[in-house]
């Protein structure tokens, strides 16, 4: 149950537990015991709604921030992924393989305070190396979602 | 003048469906749930492949039976799920859906007055293609007290010594009933015992709810006297490719590629590239479509439950077929109203046999958004007959 649990939930948080019993085939009780397990378990961390902030009128400039660091001594990547997580404007922080080590989603109201960001607070920790900014110019497709898609039913009628 | 046309072809009656479809779409605001067909686009891994193929520059026919490297999955892939082996080579064809193979291979079977048993009831080609072969169709009609299987007994009464093909079309469209490997147990051991051969259309097996699909052709001595007819359509999405396949005894293979030659030479290129992906690299799709039409299934069945609404629980293929008897009402007559009253389209039962009369096919190739209206729709439009 659980896999298909997390994959209703995943794509619609808002789902009510009736519901899930019913498309689970499972006991009310069931399914809200096993929710409560996976959020203690820390395996449902949030629920969230997806949102294009493009088609509203609050101003909203999202970067993608790959950076390299150092690590020192007794220090890991933990400690510095925490260093810079902790700030609310970063949405994520991913260690990522390849040419460099920390991807960093930043979401500022303006190109300024985003370049402000990386000069002030990223580039001038110790640990940080470098960092290469890419400012993301339209969204396409996110959380598995397509964004701009309508969706359209272009089956005949009835069919045998 | 003359009339040109076929006393034969003009024997067959035209589909009950037709009738229906027409009325639908007359209606540009209904919500349709009589739609035969997945309504999941093909996974792109597997259109990106045809793409590929098109790129290629495969745009050629390619050999009578298939591409062979297809039919090697095909051969491979009902060793992985029913454990029988069939020469790539010599016992597969790759055929323009699975219709085509039920066409030709009862043309490849009968001669005139050879009776055909086709239990209804079930999908509306096996009884015009038997008809236009020469065949004599004896209907068995199903019960929903056995759960629309074929029962032993019901078979045993159809037989006689003209009987040449059994129809065994399961899962079933439009029952969504199957047949498990207990109740295929019986039936194989009549089929041997009578010397029958059996076409089993097999399209819907991937979508069985309960259990693995058993193969009839898994069981001992009926790989030899079976045409096995499954495709791409329904497990992978692909209805729009007309892709199919059938397995069966090299004699009847070679007798059925004589006529595929002829009619068809043979099936799109470019939807065979393609299915070679689908069975290379598709499970996980196949996992996913099914697991979302079980829940489907399960929203369906509970619909009907709270609404105290008549209908035996099918564990296959897309369809549910509750019982509209207690309305006093034709399933043509129910469908019809319904469609007008409250713009939900269904089947009348009756499109698929006569013993569909009194039951409504209801698909649940729709998002749950829509099936979650329409049900609304179904228990005002039943509360106001019960008032």
């Known amino acids: ?160 | 003048m003359r009339d040109f046309l076929s006393e034969r072809v003009k024997g067959i009656k035209p589909s009950g469906i037709r009738k229906f479809f027409d009325i639908v779409s007359e209606m540009k605001d209904a919500i349709s749930l009589g739609v035969g067909e997945p309504d999941f686009e093909t996974p792109w891994h597997i259109r990106d492949e045809g793409i590929y193929a098109f790129e290629k520059g495969k745009t050629f026919y390619t050999s009578n039976s298939g591409l062979l490297p297809l039919r090697e999955e095909i051969s491979k892939y009902i060793i992985r799920t029913q454990g029988v082996k069939y020469n790539p080579k010599t016992e597969i064809l790759v055929t323009v859906g699975g219709s085509e193979a039920i066409d030709i291979g009862l043309r490849a079977l009968l001669n005139n007055g050879d009776e055909v048993i086709i239990p209804q009831p079930s999908y509306v080609s096996y009884a015009p293609c038997s008809y236009l072969a020469g065949g004599k169709n004896v209907y068995i009609n199903l019960k929903s007290e056995n759960d629309f299987r074929l029962m032993p007994e019901e078979l045993k009464n159809a037989i006689t010594e003209k009987t040449k093909v059994l129809i065994l079309p399961y899962p079933n469209n439009p029952t969504g009933a199957i047949m498990e490997k207990s109740d295929l147990e019986k039936i194989a051991k009549i089929i041997i015992d009578n010397d029958i051969f059996v076409i089993s259309d097999e399209i819907y097996s991937e979508l069985t709810f309960k259990g693995k699909h058993t193969s009839i052709v898994s069981f001992e001595g009926l790989k030899d006297r079976t045409l096995l007819i499954n495709g791409f359509s329904k497990s992978y999405a692909m209805t729009g490719w007309r892709l199919g396949y059938c397995c069966g005894p090299e004699e009847l293979i070679q007798q059925m590629t004589k006529i595929h030659q002829y009619a068809i030479m043979c099936a799109p290129t470019i939807s065979q590239y393609a299915a070679v992906e689908a069975l290379k690299n598709g499970e996980d799709d196949v996992k996913m479509m099914r697991e979302s039409y079980n829940q489907r299934r399960r929203f369906l069945m509970n619909s009907f439950k709270k609404m105290n609404l008549e209908c035996f629980e099918p564990y296959g293929a897309f369809y549910v077929f509750p019982c509209i008897k207690e309305f006093g009402m034709t399933s043509e007559e129910f469908a019809t109203r319904f469609l007008q009253e409250e713009k939900v389209a269904a089947v009348p039962g009756t499109a698929f046999g006569d013993s569909g009369e009194g039951y409504l096919r209801i698909s649940y190739a729709y998002s749950l958004e829509k099936l979650k209206i329409s049900m609304e729709r179904l228990e005002k439009f039943i509360n106001k007959l019960r008032a």
């Open chain 1, 1 to 160: 149950m659980k896999e298909q649990l997390l994959s209703i939930l995943e794509k619609n948080s808002r789902i009510g537990i009736n519901e899930l019993a019913v498309l689970l085939g499972k006991e009310e009780i069931e399914v809200a015991n096993e929710i409560k397990k996976l959020e203690e378990e820390r395996v449902i961390c949030g629920y969230h709604t997806l949102i294009d902030w493009e088609k509203t009128s609050l101003e909203k400039v999202t970067a993608l921030i790959e950076v390299r660091v150092t690590l020192q001594r007794g220090q890991g990547f933990d400690k510095i992924a925490q260093r810079i997580y902790n700030y609310p404007e970063v949405k994520s922080v991913y260690l990522i393989s390849g040419g460099f080590d920390l991807m960093v989603t930043l979401e500022e109201k303006s190109l300024k305070e985003i370049a402000a960001f990386v000069s002030d607070k990223l580039s001038t920790l110790d640990n940080v190396l470098s960092t290469g900014t890419h400012f993301i110019l339209k969204k396409y497709k996110d959380h598995g979602t397509i964004l701009d898609k309508i969706e359209e039913d272009s089956r005949e009628v009835v069919t045998p």
